[in-house]
């Protein structure tokens, strides 16, 4: 084998053992198996430097959030990360960033059990580009998608949101420079964790849920029209990252409705299941937030601790417009 050539790559980096079971790196395809009465959950995102990460990013870092931004999609269905494959595009041969890349990415498939089980690696003069595409697997009739949410659902977050949004501004130069904010908040930029065992739970408990990749409201309203319904979102309930604090009020507003890359989990569910969520939650130490109800017609309001509607944009990323966050 030539040193340095593509498949020299791929043993060196990628090439690591399948669960038994499974055929994984090294041949045409891989192999893997559903288990019965299980349907299988697949999901893929690409990472393009300059777009979703800036250049200079530790590469363990983004080898980290390359596979967790498409974790969070199974988290999102409700469905166990079986096996992940990776097609990597990179200008040239560096060897302490593929090093680097390759342990973040390792890392967190083996914390989530999610082996990577093939690929294809290239060149690209223009820069980095990483498409992953995960497998898992969901009970039948369990997944929880984005068209079932119910006129008088509750609608409930996980964790807290805003903290990516706020690094992300604070690192391109939209917010004066603040170092101690910065370090508080980039953690959850850089590794956002994906709700896996929480999401297992909530399938057959939840009705619609995504993950927040691109903002609150735009996330939101992707339920909403998939399920043809309004919601009304009671701002002072929805849990923000404690570093906004102190922020211009509506600055602090527009990261919280619309600022994305935090990969928490937003979901609805009957008020029946109220106790059962808290109480899974609770189990898994993971913060729920129930932050509105689903409504008739297609409006989504935010209101204040008055009832009173609130003037807020739609916000989000685009990526091809590409404002707001840098959503993946």
Known sequence: MRPDSEFDLITRYFAWPAPAGMLGVGDDCALLSVSHGFQ????????????????????????????????????????????????LSIPRIDHH???????????????????????????????????????GE???????????????????????????????RLMQGRLPADAARLAAARPALERPWPRLRFGQRLAGMGRAALDISDGLLQDLGHILRASHCGADLMFDRIPAAPMLDGLDENVRRDIILGGGDCYELCFTATPKRREQIQATARMLDVP??????????????????????????????DHFVGEGANGA
């Not at 800036?54 to 390359?66: E, Q, S, T």
């Not at 390759?102 to 820069?127: E, H, K, W, Y």
């Not at 006129?151 to 949004?165: M, P, Q």
Request: proline content about 3%.
């Open 40 to 87: 299988m959950a697949v999901s893929s995102d690409m990472l393009v430097e300059g777009q979703h990460f800036f250049a200079d990013v530790d590469p363990a870092d983004l080898g980290y959030k390359a596979l967790a931004v498409n974790l969070s999609d199974l988290a999102a269905m409700g469905a166990r990360p079986l096996a992940c494959t990776l097609a």
């Open 97 to 135: 960033w593929l090093r680097g890349f390759s342990g973040g990415f390792q890392t967190l498939s083996r914390q989530a059990q999610c082996p990577l089980i093939g690929g294809d690696t290239t060149r690209n003069p223009a820069g980095v580009v990483i498409s992953v595409t995960v497998m």
């Open 138 to 168: 969901v009970r039948r009739n369990h997944a929880l998608r984005r068209d079932a949410a119910k006129v008088g659902d509750d609608i409930w977050v996980t964790g807290e949101l805003g903290a990516a949004e706020l690094a992300l």
């Open 288 to 317: 729920v937030s129930r932050i509105g109800v689903v409504t008739r017609g297609d409006a989504l309001r935010v209101l204040d601790a008055d009832g009173a509607v609130l003037s807020v944009g739609r916000g989000g990323y």
